[in-house]
């Protein structure tokens, strides 16, 4: 069964840090590019961030540039974001999801599977 799990969201001031994992089971992480989302409250799912299947390249949307790095392990069939110098904007639901393809593009009316989500608060 495919399976696309998020896990370290949790709540952290202004400033800090967090590092969501993706844990991946049933298909072959390997070939599929992986992009994170999330979505606040009243407001749509927007892309964050993608990474190739390989790990080799990745972008951004602008508002996360230099603050969010994603990476991926695929011996551990798991893809991270590391989160930094986090702000109350970045308060959402993060998702992971996974496209068939290998190239780190990820709109995300082409991800294929996506996971449940991990909620990140961003508040003092």
């Known amino acids: 069964q495919l399976q696309l799990v998020e896990s370290g969201g949790g709540l952290v001031q202004p400033g800090g840090s967090l590092r969501l994992s993706c844990e991946a089971s049933?298909?072959?992480?390997?070939?599929?590019?992986i992009g994170w989302f999330r979505q606040a409250p009243g407001k749509e799912r927007e892309g964050v961030s993608c990474?190739?299947?390989?790990?080799?390249?990745?972008n951004y949307t602008d508002s996360v540039k230099g603050r969010f790095t994603i990476s991926r392990d695929n011996a551990k069939n798991t893809a991270y974001l590391q989160m930094n110098s986090l702000k109350p904007e970045d308060t959402a639901v993060y998702y992971c999801?996974?496209?068939?393809?290998?190239?780190?593009?990820?709109?995300?009316?082409?991800?294929?599977?996506w996971g449940k989500g991990t909620l990140v608060t961003v508040s003092s």
């Open positions: 999801a996974a496209r068939t393809y290998s190239i780190s593009y990820c709109p995300k009316s082409a991800m294929n599977y």
């Open positions: 049933g298909f072959t992480f390997g070939r599929y590019a």
């Open positions: 990474i190739s299947s390989s790990g080799g390249s990745t």
